[in-house]
């Protein structure tokens, strides 16, 4: 749990969940100590639906689960969203707000695949260029070749980055 001053960018809810709109963004189980000028974070979630999380947060009583080792007079229990079309800005403030570090997650890792993959297929278009400009010239030819393939290797490296 992280002790954290709630950005303006959300908004605070204590009742009417309901009311929630259905858009993604990031869900944040909030109390305040009554006196405090700070909230403390308790989880906090991306989502692409915050209705949908924030319903969910309710039914696994995370809302009590909030309360649990305080006395009840004095704590104000809630939820804090906000919204965030980039799903990616959203896990990473979560994660954040969660206290954990900014280590990628397996959607990340997933879109850095991509990247490599695209990276890699530069490359061998680069060096298909290079061996057919081999086989049409002389043997000076060939050793560009033997400079292309560490040329490529060194563009895979830099969009691996």
């Not at 909230?39 to 999380?53: I, Q």
């Not at 298909?128 to 060939?142: H, I, K, M, N």
Request: hydrophobic share 45%; proline share 5%; net charge positive.
């Amino acid at each position: 749990m992280q002790i954290i001053s709630l950005p303006k960018e959300f908004r605070a809810w204590t009742k009417g969940f309901g009311c929630i709109p259905h858009v993604p963004g990031v869900a944040v189980v909030v109390r305040w100590p009554v006196g405090q000028g700070e909230w403390e974070v308790t989880h906090a979630a991306a989502s692409h639906d915050l209705h949908a999380t924030v319903q969910g947060l309710v039914r696994e009583r995370r809302l009590t689960d909030a309360l649990k080792g305080l006395a009840a007079n004095g704590t104000i229990v809630g939820v804090a969203v906000q919204e965030v079309s980039d799903q990616r800005q959203a896990r990473a403030i979560a994660r954040r707000l969660n206290g954990e570090g900014e280590e990628p997650q397996p959607q990340d890792i997933g879109d850095d695949l991509v990247l490599q993959r695209r990276a890699v297929n530069l490359a061998k278009r680069l060096l298909q260029g290079e061996l057919a400009a081999v086989r049409q010239e002389s043997p000076s030819a060939r050793l560009q070749l033997a400079y292309a393939a560490p040329r490529a290797a060194w563009i895979v490296e830099q969009r691996a980055r």
